[in-house]
């Protein structure tokens, strides 16, 4: 059955049986002009991304399952970013006719597993035909309890972190438009499904900001040269990074040494990590790595100290000299 | 100068220079990771709707200014049919990267005259190229004094009533696609303001829900017989609606005559209207629409009854008979 002979009216119908188990806050879900929270917080995080089809994904190369998840991960993402607490998303939805139900029952398995997860509850949206290609935004409402961490505190002296890994979901993207690559199929599953599921940092994020010992941070989405460098605008500051502590995980290396190419790289300018890059002085960073990986598992790597707005923003390598870095994805530049 | 030369992060500037004028409760707009608002209200509303070039709009026919404004205003139709009060919005934006900048300046004085008219601030979103087409997903959030008004609520009985005309888009959309016309100008104009710049009725919705006497309510997007078919079913009743009263204003008529069409099927069919259909016992209504008339100066009409489920939804002639209507639009349907 495509979704020109469901209709509308029975689409609508078919997400909210299988999306709408409202959460506490949830006064009315799905089926409304509008959905409507009972919001006694005092602050309101609100956020939006769109995943275009041949933009952000392939079907080729990914399942609409993971689609689904990974629109609402890098929304959960911002909110981390922000040291937020996320609560209720919209899903905006174009999707040709002719594709069959099925493409949006995974879909929506896909949003409802990754929201399940973090307990967010889908409470609307908006379907309509698109002639070609699936687009799909999401925007996600949380709320933060007291100032939100921003990009713009980062000082002179202060100490560069991030979570987790980087370059994974880069090496997954390679390794996918380049398959198949002889490699064992561990390895390719850890860099595939940092590319089609990133792992949105959401605890970490709360707890980092919680900490009260960061002084900024902001999610790794266009890469580290790209995000990095807006930290660093918006904080008035350079930075300088060691590219040798770059913390890169050794299925990267693997895949990268398969293809031929410099997995810092990757690390540096590769994008869709969604790992939190953030900083703190030198006398709180061990403190607060240390508590973040006691309290969630995840690595946390110091990778560079913020510097003078005059000296930019330098990579460095071990010899402490500075590398020219690709500068990261644009959206717009060819 | 292209977005492809200017570049994503030149162009968020950009953005940010014409609509960051942030209102009292923005904590943060455009420029981090998520939006914050100061959300002392106990209630959020929320809502979403995208607008698709070839779909939604065509750029022979219309300006990105005013698919700007009308992507504000069918989110603020959605709020209006909750009788709630809109606050601040996010703008994703997926646009090709051949298009001159000046295509996302016109877009976002589009925007931002909706939204100063409303009293909304922009407070984010996101941007990122489109291989083909223009793709706009608006996100809503504003707040409710007490309950909202819902679709539900309507009982046998009571009366039907809609804000304004119906069909007049629909008539602005015929008579731009099949012009030009040979028509006043003042004519042409009233109908294609109709389609390219919907009205959205939120003083009118917020004073109906703040009435206290309207039972149910819903705004008009995908034309009369769809959505009250909508309000009918959820709130588990029938319909009767007397053709012969549904506001028809005299452009549309004239629209209709050029082009031997009967208006009646634009005022049940047409969609896009964005007016208001709401119900009211018999004994409230009249004073109702009176007020509603006097403070906000917008026409409100008798339309028909809310019947038993049993009677379906009917439009009668004047001799009460019932007529076949079309169904209104389908996003999905052939």
Known sequence: VTLGELGERALIERIRDRVDAPGPRVLLGIGDDAALMAWPEPSLLLTTDTLLEEVHFRRATTTLRDVGAKALAVNLSDVAAMGGVPCVALVALAIPARCPVSDVDDLYAGLAEEAARHGVALVGGDTCASPDRVVLTVTLAGTVDGPPLRRSGARPGDVILVTGALGTAAAGFAALERAPLALPSETLAIVHDAH???????????????????????????????????????????????????????????????????????????????????????????????????????????????????????????????????????????
Do not use: K, Q
């Open 196 to 334: 089609r599921r990133p792992t949105p940092r959401v605890r970490e994020g709360s707890l980092i900001r919680a900490s009260g010992a960061a002084t900024a941070m902001m999610d790794l989405s266009d890469g580290l040269a790209t995000d990095l460098a807006h930290v660093a605008r918006e904080s008035g500051t350079g930075a300088a990074v060691r590219l040798g502590a770059l913390p890169v995980a050794e299925a990267t290396r693997a895949v990268a040494r398969a293809l031929g190419v410099d997995p810092r790289s990757w690390a540096v300018s590769g994008g869709e990590d969604y790992e939190l890059v953030f900083t703190a002085t030198p006398d709180e960073a061990p403190a607060l790595a240390a508590r973040v990986r006691a309290e969630t598992g995840t690595a946390v790597t110091v990778i560079g100290e913020i510097r003078p707005a005059s000296e930019g923003i330098r990579f460095l390598d071990e010899a402490a000299r500075p590398v020219a870095v690709h500068p990261g994805f644009d959206h717009f530049a060819r």
